[in-house]
């Protein structure tokens, strides 16, 4: 495997094997990854549920089904902003849906801008090869007392691609679908 540089990225993206919708602007791309922007979309986990048997708690198996029963869903206009708070936790969509090639995968970094605003983006994970859609990042305010405010289209973490030595055909399960699919009652 070998992280793919700028110029690679930028003939790749001719060639139509990585593409970026919308389109990148001239302050995403770096010398061996490409900036992604913050999206409308904010999932904010709910903590518990009325039951017959009275307040119960979810666990945190349900992060993994963005849907109004487990998360508040908020979707923002232009202009709007959403205030993060102190030691808060959610789930936010990238601006960008991505097209990664069958031959390529790519890891996701915060920027250290993210990380000097007192958040951790919680990038454990990898962007499959041939993956297409939006990206739902993990996000946290670790400060104890101050909110962070967040701006749809502003950049939040960085993408580095990398060559596999051969394709991969696997599709993830998240592949071409929205971010809150599912997210009706």
Same mark, same amino acid.
């Given at each position: 495997?070998?992280?793919?540089? !700028? ?27 490409? /900036?992604?922007?913050?999206? &409308?979309? &904010? ?12 307040? *119960? ?29 102190p ?7 990238? &601006?960008?849906?991505? !097209? ?16 000097? !605003? #007192? ?8 962007? /499959?090869a #041939? ?7 993990p ?12 701006y ?8 580095? &691609? ?18 809150? *699919?599912?997210a009706?009652?």
């Open positions: 495997m070998s992280i793919l540089t !700028k110029k690679e990225i930028l003939d790749l993206v001719k060639t139509g094997a990585i593409a970026f919708t919308p389109r990148l602007d001239s302050f995403q791309l770096q010398g061996h990854s490409v /900036d992604l922007r913050l999206g &409308f979309t &904010f999932m904010v986990p709910k903590s518990w549920h009325l039951t017959a048997k009275g307040r *119960e708690a979810f666990d945190v198996t349900h992060f993994n089904t963005p849907s109004n029963k487990y998360f508040d869903i908020i979707e923002l206009e232009g202009g709007q902003y959403f205030d993060l708070l030691n808060e936790y959610i789930l936010v969509s990238t &601006f960008e849906s991505i !097209k990664v090639p069958n031959d390529v995968m790519a890891v996701l970094y915060p920027r250290s801008s993210t990380n000097r !605003k #007192g958040m951790s983006l919680d990038l454990t994970g990898i962007i /499959d #041939g993956y297409e859609g939006q990206l739902i990042l996000i946290r305010n670790n400060t104890r007392s101050q909110t962070v405010r967040l749809p289209g502003e950049r939040l973490c960085q993408i580095v &691609f990398e060559r596999l030595e051969s394709p991969v055909e696997h599709k993830s399960k998240y592949h071409r679908k929205d971010v809150i *699919e599912g009706q009652k």
